[in-house]
């Protein structure tokens, strides 16, 4: 049987840009058919502005790859309308172990809040991933929406035209020449449009190696993440043992810095290394090796005039803490409501500066967080390894120190505070969690649940609060979603919106983030939040 | 928020410094620098104050002439 990712999914047929006498001009064309640039473009056709993508390849990313998506992500793609099928098909999981040596030093249990749609992490190959987010284009393009994916059209050259980019494109058939109006970069982490535009991509490397390995077999693990430091089977260093669905299963292990890269990838040294950790006995097949090194860097500003990076091209991450894709979803989430409304004429150009400040401020975080993972899995210093085995020892026995075991911190949305969009909280006595710039937290609702709700538009939501239904203010339609106390059986939107407060007015953007909170309603108060949200104040 | 104690603040100065001699006897260096980082992470968090341990970071680091 053929692989998912062996299957060509968008192959390339000629499309009449080719021959255009002269260069066709495109909306939005987007560089990368990966999870990021397959977002971006449902994002913006099921809002109705073109979008085509442009890939060298034909095919889903080869391998897994990517498995953890948390649950931000995946109320994301219900706003894409494609968060079911991933959480139908994925694994949810919750419990972890934690083995240091030879025994298990403790077991944590993510403990999900309730009262959310979506649970906090499911495991799922980045080639189904990647696979659904292919049939949600194809739907949406089937009901006529404009998106279009080019298959082996690979990008050569990138020229800025001031008022808009030229592309030139390589084909089976030969090359030719498009322009765009905008263009979201989305070519991954050694993106050729960065090099091409002879851009900065400034980190930090991590001198250490890891053999990945998706492995098929019937084995009785648990639905659990497993992580060894210092096992038996691997001295010295770390290895991980994770689900997915149809029976495959992750490990990662890690081999240190002077190796052979090629040697180690051969299945005669891959099997002896995977027999030592599952046991003589397993019966497993390889589905995917590959050997990794992590790099943790960013690119200084993410928008280029009309050249705009997301994803892998603008931001790398290790993977300790499943902040890749995660984190590029969120940079697309945070850029089509604003690229439409700037290519709408509903707000200024400099409204697309936002992205770059909020998301270089997420990149960051991400980066920040990811780096201490790897530090103390892979200590780079005889001291740092000595405090990392302490932690561990401690652990078995001391509560206190669990917190300080890192094996990959989940990653969890970035609340853009001092964002310009933001206006000042004018919420007394309401939760931090849902202050201006935060990610609005899901609550149950009657039968479904608030975020449901919420997204592609701004949103005055009340909480036993008067408003008018709707407010236009600077081109801007806010319509009014008024719930009360008698909506939330469960008391969980009171906790997450009201706190001390006894009602509340939210102002919130389309990518579901808090721009402005009250009290009660004030129009003026309220059309300047709007403007301000908007980059037009 | 408290102040990080560089005053006297030991009642028996040399039973403690005893103790922490004693802890280490006869231990390899590896055991003993094991030790001494469990014992700091215990003693840290019984402090649970960053902005004192970071106080004691600095004056632990600027005791010294540097190396
Ligand atoms: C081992 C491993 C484990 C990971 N685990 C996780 C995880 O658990 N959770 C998580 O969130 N992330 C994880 N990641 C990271 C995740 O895989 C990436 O963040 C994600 O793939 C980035 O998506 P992207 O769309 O930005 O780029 P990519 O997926 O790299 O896609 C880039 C696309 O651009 C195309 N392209 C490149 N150049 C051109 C050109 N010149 N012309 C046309 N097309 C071009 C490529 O063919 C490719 O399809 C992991 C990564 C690795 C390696």
Request: aromatic share 8%; hydrophobic share 40%.
């Amino acid at each position: 049987m053929n692989k998912i990712f062996e299957i060509p999914l968008y192959p390339y047929t000629r499309s009449p840009d080719q021959d255009a006498q002269t260069p066709a001009r495109r909306k939005v064309v987007i560089v990368g058919a990966g999870p990021i640039g397959l977002a971006a473009a449902i994002d913006l056709a099921q809002q109705g502005i073109e979008a085509i993508v442009l890939d060298d390849n034909d095919k889903v990313s080869f391998g897994s790859r990517a498995i953890c998506f948390a649950k931000r992500p995946l109320e994301i793609l219900d706003r894409l309308g494609c968060g079911q099928e991933m959480v139908d098909k994925g694994v949810v999981w919750n419990l972890g172990k934690v083995f240091f040596g030879d025994r298990k030093v403790y077991e944590f249990n993510l403990l999900p809040e309730e009262g959310h749609q979506r649970p906090a992490f499911i495991n799922l190959q980045q080639y189904y991933f990647e696979e659904y987010l292919v049939n949600r284009a194809r739907a949406l393009e089937s009901e006529g929406a404009p998106i279009e994916l080019r298959g082996q059209n690979k990008v050569l050259k990138v020229t800025d035209r001031g008022d808009h980019t030229e592309l030139l494109i390589d084909t089976p058939e030969g090359q030719y020449t498009l322009e765009a109006d905008w263009l979201i970069a989305c070519d991954g982490a050694g993106s050729p449009i960065r090099a091409m535009m002879g851009l900065d991509f400034v980190g930090r490397v991590f001198e250490d190696n890891f053999l990945i390995a998706d492995v098929i077999m019937d084995a009785d693990f648990p639905t659990e993440r497993w992580f060894w430091f210092d096992p038996p089977f691997n001295k010295g260093q770390s290895a991980l043992l994770h689900k997915q669905p149809d029976g495959v299963w992750r490990i990662d292990l890690q081999l240190g810095w002077d190796i052979d890269k090629e040697e180690e990838k051969k299945p005669e040294n891959v099997i002896p290394r995977l027999k030592a950790m599952l046991g003589e006995d397993v019966k497993f097949d390889l589905e995917w090796v590959s050997i990794y090194t992590f790099q943790c860097r960013r690119m200084e500003k993410f928008r280029h005039n009309r050249v705009i990076f997301a994803g892998d091209s603008a931001h790398q991450v290790s993977p300790f803490g499943a902040r890749g894709a995660n984190s590029g979803l969120q940079d697309t989430d945070n850029l089509v409501w604003k690229l439409k409304m700037v290519i709408d004429g509903t707000a200024p150009d400099s409204l697309l500066d936002s992205y770059d400040a909020e998301r270089v401020h997420g990149a960051d975080e991400n980066i920040l967080n990811s780096s201490r993972s790897t530090d103390f899995i892979t200590p780079k210093s005889e001291t740092s390894r000595i405090f990392r085995d302490a932690v561990l020892d401690l652990s078995e026995k001391y509560e206190f120190a669990r917190p300080l075991v890192n094996s990959g911190r989940l990653s969890v949305p970035c609340t853009y505070d001092g964002s310009p969009l933001n206006t000042p909280d004018a919420l007394p006595g309401g939760p931090a969690r849902t202050r201006p710039g935060a990610p609005c937290p899901d609550a149950p609702l009657g039968n479904g649940f608030l975020l449901g709700d919420l997204g592609d538009r701004f949103t005055l939501l009340t909480i036993d609060a008067e408003a008018p239904d709707t407010l236009d203010e600077s081109g801007i339609t806010v319509i009014r979603l008024a719930l009360s106390g008698a909506d939330d059986a469960t008391g969980a939107l009171a906790a997450r919106y009201l706190g001390d407060a006894k009602s509340a007015v939210y102002l919130i953007r389309p990518d579901q983030h808090v721009a402005a909170r009250w009290d009660s309603f004030d129009e003026t108060a309220t059309r300047a939040a709007i403007r301000r949200a908007t980059g037009q104040e | 928020m408290a102040d990080l104690i560089l005053k006297p603040n030991l009642a028996q100065a040399d039973d403690v410094y005893a103790d922490l001699l004693a802890a280490h006897e006869g231990l390899s260096k590896e055991d003993s620098d094991a030790l001494n980082a469990r014992l700091i992470l215990i003693l840290a968090n019984h402090i649970g104050d960053r902005a004192v341990l970071r106080a004691a970071l600095d004056a632990a680091r600027t005791a010294a002439p540097a190396g």
